[in-house]
């Protein structure tokens, strides 16, 4: 009986808003890391706006969760929407931390594959910001829902090998008898791999809750 109430009722949609907004924040994010990345006199301007595309996530998961207390219909699981809206948070918070190992360490330059790994970060972005503007009308989108994750994933496998490559190059470079011979050069990149690939995970993250969400409502 329950479930015919919840049928017949209007349900809040803004929620859709704020996911869109939360989506567009990774893109944001993720635009800025690549200029990030790109070294030099961009680290700056790049790290001032990944920072303030997390601010203002934190925000908007701020607002969603509000929202999910005080709204008597949500348009799917309160326990998912709350999910949903903290895993896009978990993947621009990612972006920031790996900004912040930037800063602390002082890094101006990045070697090719960390540069790829931003580029790869984007097009997950893209494709995840995709795919949450796809939530409002899931059932009509389950084909397309179902390939855009698939891209993900594929992406996040080819992240991973972008990581393992990276860290067997730096080894071979600053490692023991290596050319440049270097730890703490060798630490340090390999901090900023990890982080690099953790966003990819975050991202993959994402796209695993959303399939969640429509297997559960379609």
């Known amino acids: 009986m329950f ?11 803004r929620f859709f808003d ?27 301007s790049g790290c001032a706006k990944v920072i303030a595309a997390e601010e203002e996530a934190d925000e908007i998961t701020a607002e969603v969760m509000l929202a999910v207390r005080r709204t008597f219909i949500t348009p799917f699981d309160r326990s998912d929407i709350k999910d949903l809206i903290s895993t896009l948070d978990d993947a621009i918070d990612q972006m920031r931390k790996t900004a912040k190992v930037v800063t602390l360490f002082e890094v101006n330059s990045f070697d090719p594959a960390t540069q790829e790994l931003g580029r790869i970060i984007l097009a997950a972005a893209q494709l995840t910001a995709e795919s949450v503007s796809l939530l409002g009308s899931m059932r009509a989108n389950v084909g397309k829902l179902s ?12 992240a991973d090998a972008i990581y393992d490559a990276g860290r067997k190059a730096l080894f071979q470079l600053h490692g023991k008898g290596g050319k440049g011979s270097d730890p703490m050069a060798y630490i340090i990149g390999v901090d900023i791999y990890s982080h690099l690939e953790k966003v990819v995970d975050r991202l993959e993250d994402v796209a695993n809750r959303i399939g969640g969400i429509v297997i559960e409502q379609v």
């Not at 479930?3 to 809040?12: H, N």
């Not at 939360?22 to 680290?43: H, P, R, W």
């Not at 390939?147 to 080819?158: M, Q, R, Y």
């Open 3 to 13: 479930s015919l109430f919840q049928a017949v009722m209007p349900k809040e949609m």
């Open 147 to 158: 390939e855009l994750h698939a891209k993900i994933a594929l992406l996040e496998d080819e």
């Open 18 to 44: 704020l996911f869109d907004r939360q989506a567009k924040t990774l893109v944001d994010g993720a635009q800025a890391l690549g200029e990030v990345l790109q070294g030099g006199a961009s680290i700056v």
